[in-house]
Each structure stands twice: as structure tokens, then as C-alpha cells.
């Protein structure tokens, strides 16, 4: 992915946005791509957000960060994706009073189904996705169905700060650090549906639900927990997640780049393969290995009396908005 130089060229949209301003400085700084890829940032925003975002470019050049090689500002998604072999697709239309469901989907539809084919038309061959910018898989979805000549599992959409809420409340919950925590597993739509899954999860080796001692507290403490922690978020703060939302993306790309810990998996929302009985093409959460750039969802998990209704009903839910955005035209069935 790197130039002969070592720079990578990272587009972020909604680049004047909450979560884009938690996110920026942290590229810059080289958290998400490590501290020998200098970075070219190309900032995408509707133009009544470019002056905006002209004072978020003038603080990270006051940064001075060492790795930062440039930046560009656009409002044209086919300069903004030109050369990028990282994307990161925030901006989103928020759903806002009076709005329908399938207004949002329209709305979103427009959006991702013209960012796809930038991406497709100026992108990078090596171009690795992130949709962030809700509703996540369903955005991916369509950008995906309108990139034909970009492999389907380049597209990927956030459910890493589902996976990172899991592990907080699990550390919370037994006392555990939370590097301790593995094997946490998201799987389904990254909305109030998501299925977060212990059962494999491990505390410093030993299985997470033999030291949680409270069989109850998973079902009606964890689950709901971490399934309503964004509406929480909303509630408390009166905008949605931003800096933790910024963090888990950069975790997200950072470990697709660099690789999952041995041992452990992250969870993602990919293109399923079939895997699990999620319909082929359906952008589902999953948990994932990564290595060598690439990721792989973890096979052959047993999926527990819990876990296959919940995971059935996400994955329903998902599959009813893929029907949506392709009845509205904005793809097209496999
Ligand atoms: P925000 O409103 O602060 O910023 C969004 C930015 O996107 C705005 O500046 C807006 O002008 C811009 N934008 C809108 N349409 C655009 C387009 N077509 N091209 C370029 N830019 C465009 O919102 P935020 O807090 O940064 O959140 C962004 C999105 O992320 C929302 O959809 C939110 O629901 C979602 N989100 C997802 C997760 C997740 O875990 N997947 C977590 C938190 C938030
Ligand atoms: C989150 O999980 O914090 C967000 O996706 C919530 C939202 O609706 O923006």
C-alpha cells in the first residue's frame, strides 16, 4: 500500500464532522498506520462544511506532526477517493425529525451509492474501506454494489467500538484489565440487534463465563448493555459516540493493516462468505483474524442456544434493508 516513499493516501468524509475530529490527529500522529507511513490526508465534506473544515486542516497543520506529508479538502467524492488506499466513510445523513426509516435509507442511498463509484473510478488498487456513517453495513452495502471492479471484501463496515464496549464491560464486570479479555465476538448489524457473544471469550486464559459467577448478568445486564450503549451515549451526552467512535476506527483499520494479536479476534462487519448462515454478500458482523493485510472470519465457532436466535434476528434485520436500498434502486440483487 505504501509509495516507494512510505505514504499512504487516507480519505476521510464528514472530515468536519464529531467523530472525524477525534480520528484526524490520531492519523496524523501515526496510531492508525504506525510510525513509518508518513500520510496524505484527502478531507471530503459537503461544501456548506468546507470553511469548517478548512480550521480543522489549519490545527492539524499547527500540529506539526512529523508523519503528516499533506492535505487536500474537497467536496468532490472523485477528487477526494483519488489515489486512497485507506477510506474511511463517516459522513452520513443523521436521521432528523419527521424522517421515515426509508427517507434515512434514500437519503444514505445517494450518498454511498456515489461515493462507491468514486471510490471504484479513482481509488487505489490496494483501496480498504471502513463505513462508518450510519447505517453502517447496510451504507457499506450499497458503496460495495457500486464498486464492480474493487474486490466485495475490500468493504467493511464498524462494529469494532461494539466489540470494545463488549471488553469494558466484561473488564468492569470481573476486575480484569482489559488486554486480559479475548475472544469477544459482535455478530450481526451494528444497531440495537448486534449479538455480543462471550461465549468464547477468554479472561487471562481461562473462559470468561466460568469467573463471571452470575449467569443472569449475561442475559439481562451484558447483552442489553453493550446492544443500547449508543442510545445510552446519546441520552447522556445529547450527540452521539465521537472520540470512542474515532478510537475504534482506528483500531479497526490498524489491525486489518498490522494484523489481530495471537490468540485473539476482532470483530468486523464483512462480506459474509456464507459463514455461520449469513446469506453470501450480506455485510455482517463477524469475529475476524487479520495478517498480512487481509482478514479472515474465525471458522468453526459453536454457536450456543443464545446466540443463534439473536444472531438470526440481526442478520433478518440486515437482510430487510438490503431489500430496502435494492427496491429503491441503489443496488442490485446478487
Ligand atoms: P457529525 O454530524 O458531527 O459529522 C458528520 C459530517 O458528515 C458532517 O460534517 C457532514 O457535513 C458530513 N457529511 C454528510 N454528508 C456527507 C457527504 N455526502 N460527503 C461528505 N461529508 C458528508 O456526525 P458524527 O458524530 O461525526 O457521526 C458520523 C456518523 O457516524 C453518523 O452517521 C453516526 O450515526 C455514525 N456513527 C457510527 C458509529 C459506529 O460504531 N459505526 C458510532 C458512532 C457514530
Ligand atoms: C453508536 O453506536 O454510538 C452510534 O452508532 C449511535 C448512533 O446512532 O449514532
Same mark, same amino acid.
Given at each position: 500500500m505504501s509509495t516507494p516513499a512510505g505514504t499512504v493516501t487516507v480519505t476521510v468524509t464528514g472530515a468536519a464532522g464529531q467523530i472525524a475530529y477525534g480520528m484526524l490527529f490520531r492519523i496524523a500522529s501515526g496510531a492508525m498506520l504506525g510510525p513509518d507511513t508518513r500520510v496524505r490526508l484527502r478531507l471530503l465534506e459537503v461544501p456548506a462544511a468546507v470553511a469548517s473544515l478548512e480550521g480543522v486542516a489549519m490545527e492539524l497543520e499547527d500540529g506539526a506532526f512529523p508523519l503528516l506529508d499533506s492535505i487536500d479538502i474537497s467536496d468532490d467524492p472523485w477528487i477526494g477517493f483519488a489515489g486512497a488506499s485507506i477510506a474511511l466513510l463517516v459522513g452520513a445523513r443523521p436521521r432528523t425529525a419527521g424522517m421515515e426509516r426509508s427517507d434515512l435509507l434514500a437519503a444514505n442511498g445517494a450518498i454511498f451509492t456515489e461515493q462507491g463509484a468514486a471510490i471504484?473510478? $479513482?481509488?487505489? =488498487?490496494?483501496?480498504? %474501506?471502513?463505513?462508518?456513517? &450510519?447505517?453502517? &453495513?447496510?451504507?457499506?452495502?450499497? !458503496?460495495?454494489? &457500486?464498486?464492480?471492479?474493487?474486490? !466485495?471484501?475490500r468493504f467493511t463496515a464498524m462494529t469494532r467500538l461494539d466489540h470494545n464496549r463488549a471488553i469494558a464491560q466484561l473488564a468492569e464486570k470481573t476486575g480484569a484489565p482489559a488486554p486480559a479479555i479475548a475472544r469477544v465476538a459482535i455478530w450481526g448489524n451494528h444497531s440495537a440487534t448486534q449479538y455480543p457473544d462471550i461465549a468464547h471469550a477468554t479472561i487471562a486464559g481461562r473462559p470468561a463465563l466460568d469467573l463471571i459467577g452470575d449467569p443472569a448478568w449475561l442475559t439481562e445486564q451484558f447483552v442489553p448493555t453493550v446492544q443500547q450503549r449508543g442510545t445510552a451515549i446519546i441520552q447522556a451526552r445529547g450527540a452521539s459516540s465521537a472520540a470512542s467512535a474515532a478510537s475504534a476506527a482506528i483500531d479497526h483499520i490498524h489491525d486489518w493493516v498490522h494484523g489481530t494479536r495471537d490468540g485473539d479476534w476482532v470483530?468486523?462487519?464483512?462480506? $459474509?462468505?456464507?459463514?455461520?448462515?449469513?446469506?453470501?454478500?450480506?455485510?455482517? $458482523?463477524?469475529?475476524?483474524?487479520?495478517?498480512?493485510?487481509?482478514?479472515?472470519?474465525?471458522?468453526?465457532?459453536?454457536?450456543?442456544?443464545?446466540?443463534?436466535?439473536?444472531? =438470526?434476528? $440481526? %442478520?433478518?434485520?440486515?437482510?430487510?434493508?438490503?431489500? !430496502? %436500498?435494492?427496491?429503491?434502486?441503489?443496488?442490485?440483487?446478487?
Open positions: 471504484n473510478a $479513482s481509488a487505489a =488498487d490496494d483501496v480498504k %474501506v471502513l463505513v462508518i456513517g &450510519n447505517p453502517a &453495513n447496510t451504507n457499506a452495502f450499497i !458503496a460495495m454494489s &457500486n464498486a464492480p471492479d474493487v474486490p !466485495a471484501e470483530s468486523m462487519a464483512v462480506p $459474509s462468505d456464507g459463514s455461520y448462515g449469513v446469506p453470501e454478500g450480506l455485510i455482517s $458482523s463477524f469475529p475476524v483474524t487479520c495478517a498480512n493485510g487481509e482478514y479472515t472470519i474465525v471458522p468453526d465457532l459453536t454457536i450456543d442456544e443464545l446466540a443463534r436466535p439473536r444472531i =438470526d434476528a $440481526s %442478520v433478518a434485520e440486515l437482510e430487510q434493508e438490503r431489500d !430496502a %436500498v435494492i427496491d429503491l434502486g441503489f443496488a442490485k440483487r446478487a
